[in-house]
């Protein structure tokens, strides 16, 4: 093992004590997330387990939001690639007059006419999916969410822990947060993809392929980036 300044037991001090306090953070809205899938395992099994409220849609528009990616070839050579998403917004009224907005696929918003009755589907008196028409849109509980803000954290302290241990050195504030965002870049689909199966049940047959084939695909892309900055090691 390389000798270790003061410096970088700080780093892995910090990492490890972030990873132990998403971790314990996560605990009680994973087990939370737990009982919301036996809810939706009793449905398929013996089915209709959710509690469900008569609503209306009370409104529905699209909207788009661009990202930019630059990236840096071999040559020093910078490149700038934009897309633009549309995304497909929903809101719905519930029987008190309380109205929430969600993003939903694209079928769905197509069926969902503003005015149109819905059946609301609850758990523990929130709002987890919405039928319209024959067709239905399900949506992570605040739990399942939580528990996904605490796995991101908890992704980020196991990043700082093994910088510390394995490497600790300073380049610049830029390099600092081209890793940092390459590094939680790796965990989007992957914290998706655990939160999903865990409230709802791992994907099956060609769904579950495609999952895999783009976790890896955007996972392999922000892993060759970081570990392409690694030009000290």
């Given at each position: 093992?390389?000798?270790?300044?003061?410096?970088?037991?700080?780093?892995?001090?910090?990492?490890?004590?972030?990873?132990?306090?998403?971790?314990?953070?996560?605990?009680?809205?994973l087990?939370?997330?737990?009982?919301?899938?036996?809810?939706?395992?009793?449905?398929?099994?013996?089915?209709?387990?959710?509690?469900?409220?008569?609503?209306?849609?009370?409104?529905?528009?699209?909207?788009?939001?661009?990202?930019?990616?630059?990236?840096?070839?071999?040559?020093?050579?910078?490149?700038?690639t934009?897309?633009?998403?549309?995304?497909?917004?929903?809101?719905?009224?519930?029987?008190?007059?309380?109205?929430?907005?969600?993003?939903?696929?694209?079928?769905?918003?197509?069926?969902?006419?503003?005015?149109?009755?819905?059946?609301?589907?609850?758990?523990?008196?929130?709002?987890?999916?919405?039928?319209?028409?024959?067709?239905?849109?399900?949506?992570?509980?605040?739990?399942?969410?939580?528990?996904?803000?605490?796995?991101?954290?908890?992704?980020?302290?196991?990043?700082?822990?093994?910088?510390?241990?394995?490497?600790?050195?300073?380049d610049?504030?830029?390099?600092?947060?081209?890793?940092?965002?390459?590094?939680?870049?790796?965990?989007?689909?992957?914290?998706?993809?655990t939160?999903?199966?865990?409230a709802?049940?791992?994907?099956?047959?060609?769904?579950?392929?495609?999952?895999?084939?783009?976790?890896?695909?955007?996972?392999?892309?922000?892993?060759?980036?970081?570990?392409?900055?690694?030009?000290?090691?």
């Amino acid at each position: 093992m390389p000798q270790r300044s003061l410096g970088r037991w700080i780093v892995v001090a910090l990492g490890l004590g972030v990873l132990v306090a998403a971790l314990t953070g996560a605990a009680g809205p994973l087990r939370q997330t737990r009982e919301f899938h036996q809810v939706v395992a009793c449905g398929r099994g013996v089915g209709d387990c959710f509690g469900s409220e008569p609503g209306s849609i009370a409104g529905r528009r699209t909207y788009t939001t661009t990202s930019t990616t630059t990236h840096t070839d071999a040559n020093g050579n910078t490149y700038t690639t934009t897309n633009t998403t549309t995304h497909y917004e929903v809101t719905w009224q519930r029987a008190n007059g309380s109205r929430q907005a969600r993003d939903v696929s694209s079928s769905f918003y197509t069926k969902a006419k503003q005015g149109q009755p819905a059946t609301l589907r609850l758990w523990r008196g929130e709002v987890v999916g919405v039928e319209v028409m024959g067709d239905s849109q399900w949506f992570l509980p605040k739990s399942g969410t939580t528990l996904g803000g605490w796995l991101y954290l908890a992704f980020f302290g196991l990043g700082v822990l093994l910088w510390g241990l394995l490497f600790g050195w300073w380049d610049g504030l830029f390099m600092l947060a081209f890793r940092t965002f390459a590094w939680m870049f790796m965990s989007f689909l992957p914290v998706d993809m655990t939160t999903d199966a865990l409230a709802y049940g791992l994907a099956t047959g060609s769904d579950l392929v495609v999952q895999i084939v783009f976790a890896l695909f955007f996972t392999g892309i922000a892993g060759a980036l970081l570990f392409g900055s690694l030009d000290h090691w």
